[in-house]
């Protein structure tokens, strides 16, 4: 299990920007480098839904509700996925995590954002 540290997130306004880290310090760099990373958030009653993504080309995904807001990126020398949201709508509150899947596979340990309306 690959050991992924959160950062970042907390109460945020409507309407401005949410950033969030997740190092990965003791993947080699190799390995990360080759991992799909995600960035994943759940509400109460709801199963995690993936609202970000990362291939291993380094090709982007992201959830409709999300595209045109939101940035992923990997900064693979220092082993750190960062996310961007921009214009915080309520129903980006939630609880986020970032995944790793690869070679070594694992969460991080969920970051709690919460957007007032």
């Known amino acids: 299990q690959v050991h992924l540290v959160q950062s970042g997130g907390g109460f945020v306004q409507s309407g401005g920007s949410l950033s969030l880290s997740c190092a990965a310090p003791?993947?080699?760099?190799?390995?990360?480098?080759?991992?799909?990373m995600g960035w994943y958030r759940q509400t109460p009653g709801k199963e995690r839904e993936l609202v970000a993504s990362?291939?291993?080309?380094?090709?982007?995904d992201y959830v409709d509700s999300v595209r045109g807001r939101c940035t992923s990126s990997r900064n693979t020398s220092r082993k750190i996925l960062y996310l961007q949201v921009n214009g915080l709508k309520s129903e980006d509150t939630g609880v986020y995590y970032c995944?790793?899947?690869?070679?070594?596979?694992?969460w991080g340990q969920g970051t709690q954002v919460t957007v007032a309306a």
């Open positions: 995944r790793c899947q690869g070679r070594e596979s694992g």
């Open positions: 990362i291939s291993r080309s380094g090709t982007t």
């Open positions: 003791r993947l080699i760099t190799s390995t990360f480098s080759n991992s799909v």
